[in-house]
């Protein structure tokens, strides 16, 4: 007999900690893995982040906090959504800190969905969101965009998708996997549709901070006609690389924050008390170490990508922002997406993730993460000119 809860039944095991599995398996055999399927930066946190915490450690700043977060921490969270992004929110009332842009998210998604209620997400897509919607009983439903158009998020599809019960859109930009940030076209596009349908917004901005040649985050709750109707998630991890700190936000109108609260005093009480003194060091502090870590993964993008570009059979546009290369791969002779990488995996110890992975849209395409040193990246790409070179 099944003993799970009936909602595991549409919930597949996460495609990327599949990939991380095989890779730690494939190393404990002895092969030398250049694993490019993760997502997180190969920074270490910035030094004054670290003293910041070990401080609030020292200080004795270990018992629990506020549910909604410590005040500094609202309040440095309100001023930068204001500044950064122009974002305007109560810190008392429109911010909750939460252990996670992740948890933040599922957050979210508790707040606004009922069981039923459709979730609108634009594929290919973080592998989460539809995990999460299922999790709580509500419906996702993929919006497959088109490679041929840049995977632009056009009013068109909103369109062919939406139905009496679509309840929110969830939008990720910049974008895991495809790198592309959205425009103020797009922008448009979704609060016109959002507006015309009363839907509700999820804005997912946890790589903001990682733009290339110049490109602007563009944040929809800055718009005057999504500000009422879209909660806006973030966190440290990727911007900071603070990945195992576990620290993010929900921020948004104050009836929605209101419920959202219940949902972190219910299940987390609060993020850690020492790691929300680090956030405020972030946040706060010098923001040199972030650019440096931009710049750093600019040269790499450059570098991927053209390394790509030079592999027989793969096409890759250079990301506007986050660090993947979203790389089609339709002109090889795989017949899929998931046995190229599987192949690439056998042969050369080079592991990516397959487009399929993250949903419709993505068949045909590989994602390749460059938050790795140049050296592995360079190796990587050698590896596959060299197994694809042997193929032709
Ligand atoms: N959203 C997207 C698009 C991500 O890629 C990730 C991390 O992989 C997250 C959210 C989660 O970030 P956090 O580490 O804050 O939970």
Redesign the pocket.
């Given at each position: 007999a099944n003993r799970a809860a009936s909602r595991f039944s549409t919930v597949g095991a996460s495609a990327t900690y599949a990939v991380f599995d095989q890779v730690a398996a494939l190393r404990a055999q002895g092969v030398e893995v250049l694993d490019l399927g993760g997502?997180?930066p190969d920074f270490d946190t910035p030094e004054h982040i670290v003293d910041e915490a070990v401080g609030a450690l020292h200080d004795g700043f270990t018992h629990y906090t506020p549910s909604r977060g410590v005040p500094a921490l609202l309040q440095a969270v309100a001023d930068k959504l204001a500044k950064d992004n122009g974002v305007l929110v109560d810190p008392a009332s429109g911010v909750v800190v939460t252990p996670?842009?992740?948890?933040a998210?599922f957050a979210a998604l508790m707040t606004v969905l009922d069981p039923g209620d459709e979730l609108l997400v634009p594929t290919p897509s973080?592998v989460?969101y539809t995990a999460m919607a299922r999790l709580i009983g509500a419906q996702p439903v993929q919006v497959a965009l088109d490679g041929a158009n840049g995977f632009r998020i056009t009013r068109e599809l909103l369109e062919q998708h939406v139905s009496p019960r679509t309840k929110a859109l969830l939008v990720?930009s910049p974008?895991?996997p495809t790198g592309r940030a959205l425009t103020l076209e797009e922008a448009r596009a979704v609060s016109q549709f959002a507006a015309e349908h009363d839907v509700l917004l999820i804005a997912?901005e946890?790589?903001e901070k990682i733009l290339y040649d110049g490109t602007e985050h563009l944040s929809l709750a800055s718009l005057s006609c999504c500000a009422d109707r879209t909660i806006t998630v973030n966190?440290?991890?990727?911007g900071y690389a603070m990945?195992g700190w576990?620290?993010?936000y929900a921020a948004g109108p104050t009836d929605l924050m209101a419920q959202l609260l219940k949902v972190a005093q219910h299940t987390v009480g609060c993020a850690g008390s020492f790691v929300q003194r680090a956030g405020v060091a972030a946040l706060t502090g010098p923001q040199e170490p972030v650019q440096e870590m931009a710049r750093a993964y600019a040269a790499r993008r450059d570098l991927v990508v053209s390394g790509l570009n030079s592999l027989p059979g793969v096409a890759c546009s250079p990301p506007d922002g986050a660090f993947y290369a979203f790389a089609d791969i339709r002109a090889t002779d795989f017949p899929d997406a998931a046995t190229f990488t599987q192949w690439l995996l056998r042969e050369t110890g080079v592991a990516l993730m397959p487009g399929t992975a993250f949903g419709p849209g993505g068949e045909g395409y590989v994602r390749l993460s460059f938050a790795t040193s140049p050296r592995v990246l360079r190796e990587a790409v050698e590896r596959m000119g060299r197994a694809l070179g042997g193929r032709a």
């Open positions: 997502g997180e996670s842009a992740k948890h998210l973080w989460s990720n974008n895991n997912d946890i790589y966190g440290f991890s990727k990945t576990r620290l993010g």
